[in-house]
Structures are given as C-alpha cells and as structure tokens.
C-alpha cells in the first residue's frame, strides 16, 4: 500500500464517497469526478453528472436529492443493452480510499429522460426502482462489502422500452438516522441509451426530491441503537421493486 499523504488521511476522516465508475456493455466509464468549486472545465467525460463534492445529502427536500450536489448535466450518454448488468465502483472520493460506511441500503433507480438526458431537469424525471440491496443473511448490509473496493450490480429491466434514461444510484447511510434528518443520501446519476429493449413503461415512479419524506420507516429509525441486533426487518424507502414481466 503507497503511503498515506496528509490529504489522503483528511479525506478519510471526512468519510464520504462518490461512484467513480461505472461499466456498461463491458466498457468502463469514468467519471466525472467532483469539480469542488472548479466548474471552468468538465475534467473527464464520463456519463456521470458531475456533482460540486463528495458530501451526503442531508436535506430530503432538496433538488440535490435528485442527482447530488448542485449536480450538472453529463454531455455523453453510454449505450446498454437491455437485460444486462450495469456495474458500479464506489471509493471514498480518492483513488485508493473505499467508501467508509457500513449500514444501509443501496437502491438504483431509472427514469425515462423522453429525448437526450442532457436537456433534463432530474427533479421532474419519474424514476422506478431496478435494485435494491438488503442485509445479506449473515446480517451485513451489501453496503458494508465495499469497504473492500467491492462493487454493485443492477440489471436493466429487458422489457423496458428502448431509449433514453437517466440511472439514479444511490447509497443511503444510516449510522445517524435514530435522528430526524439524521439520514446520508449519495446519489449519483448516469446517462444511458437502452439499446434492444421491449414495449414497458414501468408506472410505480417517484420524483426525487419527494420520492422520500423524512420520517418513512426506511429513513428514520429512532430504535436503531436500542438492541443488539441493530436494524431488523428493514423496511426500504420508496416505490416497490419494478419486476420485468
Ligand atoms: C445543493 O448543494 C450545493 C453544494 O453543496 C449547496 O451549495 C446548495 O445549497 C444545495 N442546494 C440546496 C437547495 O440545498
């Protein structure tokens, strides 16, 4: 392991994170990457919507819940063939450093954009739910398995009809959600082109912000801390799940 230089270990104590990558049709596209401030240039041109840092959201209210912090359009959208896997690499928003969390869920959402999703106002997208990751049986959230650079997987519905989308992935942290507001948001989103799909156009959507409110059972839970076992019979916030027919 290189050596820890003094940024690298303030950002370790900031713990936050960010998706760096994402693979579709087995091509890997980065970023990109937070403009902290910067927004002269876009630095890379992934399909990613760039967003101003690596912070939560922590306002459920907010614009910023839709496509994270003061997020901007991404120009390129990445083809994926419908009925595949899209696979999502996290960090702790420097390469080297995992994603920090350990408890909660992680649900990836996808929204018609009805033309190109670089024109589109994520507030007004209606998003359903393709994934949403639970506590494993041994009682670990999937969450927790990125701490070792692990990566997530969704699939994209086949019977979906063919066109533009916007991905909406998601980590929530819930290490401070026994308290109102408590929750951490890290959304991240994605242009896609669904390429070979079917004639489905999933119905159970939700805006974000609104998709959410503050005290839904999935978001505040006051009794978290009150017993060994933690968070049992987690309930997930949101639509259900969107099941290709
Ligand atoms: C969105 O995030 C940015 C960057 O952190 C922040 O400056 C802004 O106030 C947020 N907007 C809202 C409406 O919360």
Known sequence: MKALTVSSLLSLVAAHGIVKQVILNDQTHTGPYPNYGDDSEIKSKGPIRQVTNTKPIKDI????????????????????????????????????????????????????????????????????KISEDDKRPDGMWEQATLKNFNTVKATVPWDIASGNYMIRHEIIALHEANMVGGCEFYPSCINVQVQGGGDAYPSDTVKFPGGYNEQDPGIYLPNMYDSQQGITDYQQPGPALYAAS
Do not use: Q
């Open 61 to 128: 209210y907010s614009p910023n819940l839709s496509c994270g912090r003061d997020s901007v359009p991404s120009e390129y959208s990445a083809p994926v063939a419908a009925g595949t896997d899209v696979e999502f690499i996290w960090n702790g928003g420097e390469d080297g450093i995992p994603w920090p969390h350990s408890t909660g869920p992680i649900i990836t959402y996808m929204g018609n954009c009805n033309g190109d999703c670089k024109n589109v106002d994520p507030t007004t997208i209606d998003f359903f």
